[in-house]
């Protein structure tokens, strides 16, 4: 019963990428100290009538005008306003997954709101026609990220009352695994991949097609750029692929953060780069929607 209410509540409010609050979208009741403001309306009404006296009624009705004018008021702060939420396909844990709620009205009214998800809360103005709020999210783990309902109310002028709505998003955020300190893990994969120093060579710049393997870790750790070790009897490869196989450690999570070190490091270089995971692969590519792709690859792997 409960879960098919929760259903019905999430679908009555739910949104995908833009909404616009109409009067069936606000929800308005007295608000915490709104009651004590109606004991004191209906004390003020029975003693008027038991005593007889016009002024204590007059004064009853001047504070049931007021409450009445609240619920308009209040009413008014949420209603024809304009939603567009705003956010990126692809999370990463470590990093913010920020949301963005584009706020717009028809001329600039000021708008006392405050926006509330879970155990945090954001009091805004809105006093634009046009104004952006920006939400910050801390995914801890790698997956599927659901956003929780983000509710959004206002109890001005006097606090009697509260007009709320629900934005529940409906869209799928994918939350790409942490990426490897590299200077930490550098030492585990220079012993994995030492070759012997009789046989070292030189260091030469990075180029695009280059195996991970041969990249020099060591340089990467202290800052110093992406070289790749050049040994005897050693030809350039030119073809740089990230392959989970061929990830030097054997924890499965461990392997995802390796491969999105690596894809960190293609993006900054702006190199081509393929992605195999054992399920499925990306070919070759570069470019902010490539990089999109390959952590979402990492995240639903």
Same mark, same amino acid.
Request: hydrophobic share 45%.
């Given at each position: 019963? *409960?879960s098919?209410f929760?259903? @019905?509540?999430? &679908?009555?409010?739910?949104v995908?990428?833009?909404?616009?609050?109409k009067?069936?979208?606000i929800?308005v009741?007295?608000?915490?100290?709104?009651?004590?403001?109606?004991?004191?309306?209906?004390?003020?009404? =029975?003693?008027?009538?038991?005593?007889?006296?016009? *002024? =204590?009624? %007059?004064?009853?009705?001047?504070?049931?005008?007021?409450l /009445?004018?609240?619920?308009y008021?209040?009413? &008014?702060?949420?209603h024809q306003l304009n939603?567009?939420?705003?956010?990126?396909?692809?999370?990463q844990?470590?990093?913010p997954?920020?949301?963005?709620?584009?706020?717009?009205?028809k001329?600039?009214?000021?708008?006392f709101i405050?926006?509330?998800i879970?155990?945090?809360?954001?009091?805004v103005?809105?006093?634009?026609?046009?104004?952006?709020?920006?939400l910050?999210?801390?995914?801890?783990?790698? %997956? &599927?990220?659901?956003?929780?309902? =983000?509710?959004?109310? +206002?109890t001005?002028?006097?606090?009697?009352?509260?007009? @709320?709505?629900?934005?529940?998003?409906?869209r799928?955020?994918?939350? #790409?695994?942490?990426?490897?300190?590299l200077?930490?893990?550098?030492?585990q994969?220079?012993?994995?991949?030492?070759?012997? *120093?009789?046989?070292?060579?030189?260091?030469?710049?990075?180029?695009? %097609?280059?195996?991970?393997?041969?990249?020099? @870790?060591?340089?990467?750790?202290?800052?110093?750029?992406?070289?790749?070790?050049?040994?005897?009897?050693?030809s350039?490869?030119?073809?740089?692929?990230?392959?989970?196989?061929?990830?030097? /450690?054997?924890?499965?999570?461990?392997?995802? +953060? @390796?491969?999105m070190?690596?894809?960190?490091? /293609?993006?900054?270089?702006?190199?081509?780069?393929?992605l195999?995971?054992?399920?499925?692969?990306?070919?070759?590519? #570069?470019?902010?929607?490539?990089?999109?792709?390959?952590?979402?690859?990492?995240?639903?792997?």
């Amino acid at each position: 019963m *409960l879960s098919g209410f929760q259903d @019905w509540f999430a &679908k009555r409010f739910r949104v995908d990428q833009f909404k616009t609050l109409k009067q069936s979208e606000i929800l308005v009741f007295i608000y915490q100290q709104g009651f004590l403001y109606l004991a004191l309306i209906v004390i003020t009404f =029975i003693a008027g009538i038991n005593y007889a006296n016009n *002024l =204590i009624l %007059g004064f009853c009705f001047l504070i049931s005008a007021v409450l /009445c004018m609240s619920f308009y008021l209040t009413f &008014k702060q949420l209603h024809q306003l304009n939603i567009e939420v705003i956010y990126s396909e692809v999370g990463q844990v470590g990093h913010p997954l920020i949301l963005k709620l584009h706020c717009k009205q028809k001329k600039p009214t000021a708008r006392f709101i405050k926006i509330k998800i879970e155990a945090q809360e954001h009091v805004v103005l809105i006093d634009q026609i046009s104004q952006e709020i920006e939400l910050l999210f801390s995914p801890i783990h790698r %997956g &599927k990220f659901e956003f929780p309902a =983000i509710q959004i109310f +206002s109890t001005y002028p006097f606090g009697l009352v509260r007009a @709320w709505t629900y934005l529940y998003l409906q869209r799928e955020i994918w939350v #790409a695994p942490q990426s490897l300190d590299l200077e930490l893990e550098y030492k585990q994969q220079y012993q994995l991949n030492q070759h012997d *120093l009789e046989e070292f060579r030189e260091l030469r710049n990075f180029r695009e %097609g280059d195996s991970f393997q041969a990249i020099s @870790w060591k340089q990467v750790a202290r800052g110093q750029g992406l070289f790749v070790k050049m040994f005897e009897n050693e030809s350039d490869q030119h073809q740089f692929e990230i392959d989970y196989h061929q990830i030097p /450690c054997q924890g499965h999570e461990q392997k995802l +953060s @390796w491969m999105m070190a690596l894809i960190e490091l /293609c993006e900054q270089r702006q190199i081509f780069y393929s992605l195999h995971l054992p399920t499925q692969q990306l070919e070759h590519g #570069a470019g902010e929607n490539h990089a999109i792709e390959a952590r979402k690859l990492l995240a639903q792997a």
